[in-house]
């Protein structure tokens, strides 16, 4: 005759106090000499304060009995016991989770209240939130379950966007893809470096004005980037090529930068720049960044003086998704595994084509139809969304 099954009740017992060693031990030792089946754990520490949350089964014959032992543990530890009893989870048909990035330096109880409300407002429940800056809250992740699979990420983002204003907000799948990113490539001017080099060739030639004009226009997507770059270039007829050593030598990089290709160099990435600029500075960065590609527009030169062409193929904006395919495929790396990241119009179809796109600090057309954007600070904040913490990159970058 079978033995008859004893039904468990499922007890959460939740223990604060100040953290010290031994608690984690201690508890479940009580539990493991109980007999009583551990179903879930989950422990944190915040400015040494614990909280350690265990999911047990109770027979209620034996419940008092393991209760109150836990109780005297928890008296004599100067821990705080709360028990609760709660039914099984329901896992919800077609749920998924989603990872919150929050970062600002003006982060701050109302910013995180702004972007709770929101998430609440489209079904959203935080699971989860860790920070991931050191010293201060500047930067925060949210582990998010949202109901059903139709939920639109971007549409999300516009709306904890127009919530949290001065806030950056990125909205992410959580699946194993976001934290095994293997490719990311960057555009150079304005991106990765603080400085659109045909506007300082331009001005060294003295045609600054008329290039500066055509150069907003076609960043802006209001002119063919191809034509304006043959019009742009052609101004240019007859500048010396000492010039562009020049400029090679001392091209100023956008905060972040170093950080951002040292640590991705240190978790074994593949970096990239892909410009609709030139490549003698693209080249440059390659070298004095350490990318392993550098793909950008190559000025004709001709008795030491540009002749004001540029050679082909031609980086169009259309190119730079190709490029960035190419090198996936030749790493053999998934392109949902790959990063781009870029600020002009120019920049959109390589940023869709990854499975990540950044728009950094970029122009509203962008911002709108990347995948996530970041406004303030410097490239090293596009560590947070692989989530990385502060302290990783301390480890990782101890040159910072």
């Known amino acids: ?220 997507g209001e002119l063919d980037f191809e034509q304006s770059l043959r019009a742009r270039v052609g101004l240019l007829a007859g500048l010396p090529c000492h010039h562009l050593d020049e400029i090679a030598a001392n091209l100023p990089l956008t905060p972040g930068a170093a950080q951002l290709v040292r640590v991705l160099a240190c978790l074994g990435y593949r970096t990239a720049v892909i410009s609709g600029g030139f490549q003698f500075a693209a080249q440059a960065l390659k070298q004095r960044l350490g990318l392993d590609y550098a793909y950008a527009n190559t000025l004709e030169r001709a008795g030491g003086t540009l002749t004001g062409r540029v050679l082909e193929p031609i980086v169009t904006p259309q190119r730079k998704a190709d490029l960035l395919d190419g090198i996936a495929q030749a790493e053999r790396i998934d392109l949902d595994q790959t990063i781009a990241i870029g600020d002009g119009a120019n920049d959109l179809p390589m940023l869709q084509r990854a499975g990540l796109g950044i728009a950094f600090h970029a122009k509203p057309k962008l911002q709108a139809a990347a995948h996530t954007a970041i406004s303030h600070g410097g490239l090293e904040r596009v560590l947070y969304l692989l989530g990385l913490r502060a302290r990783d990159l301390a480890e990782l970058d101890p040159a910072e």
């Not at 407002?121 to 139709?150: F, K, M, Q, Y």
């Not at 990765?192 to 290039?211: F, K, N, S």
């Open 1 to 220: 005759m079978s033995a008859a099954v004893v039904s468990l009740d499922r007890v959460l017992i939740t223990a604060t106090g100040r953290d010290q060693r031994g608690i984690t031990a201690e508890l479940t030792g009580v539990i493991t000499a109980e007999g009583a089946p551990l179903l879930d754990v989950e422990q944190v520490v915040v400015h040494g304060q614990l909280t350690l949350c265990l999911l047990i089964g109770l027979a209620p014959a034996r419940r008092a009995r393991v209760l109150g032992a836990l109780g005297a543990v928890a008296a004599r530890m100067g821990l705080d016991l709360a028990v609760r009893d709660v039914q099984p989870d329901d896992p919800g048909a077609g749920a998924q989770q989603l990872a919150v990035t929050v970062f600002g330096d003006g982060l701050d109880a109302d910013g995180l209240h702004r972007v709770a409300r929101v998430l609440s407002s489209h079904g959203g429940n935080i699971e989860r939130v860790h920070r991931l800056s050191d010293t201060d809250l500047s930067a925060l992740e949210l582990i998010v379950s949202v109901p059903g699979d139709g939920l639109d990420g971007r549409e999300l983002r516009q709306h904890l966007l127009a919530e949290a204003g001065h806030l950056d907000v990125a909205v992410q799948r959580e699946r194993l893809s976001r934290r095994a990113k293997r490719l990311v490539a960057m555009d150079m001017d304005s991106t990765l470096i603080q400085m659109e080099v045909i506007d300082e060739l331009a001005r060294r030639h003295g045609v600054g004005e008329q290039v500066a004009e055509l150069t907003a226009r076609a960043m802006a």
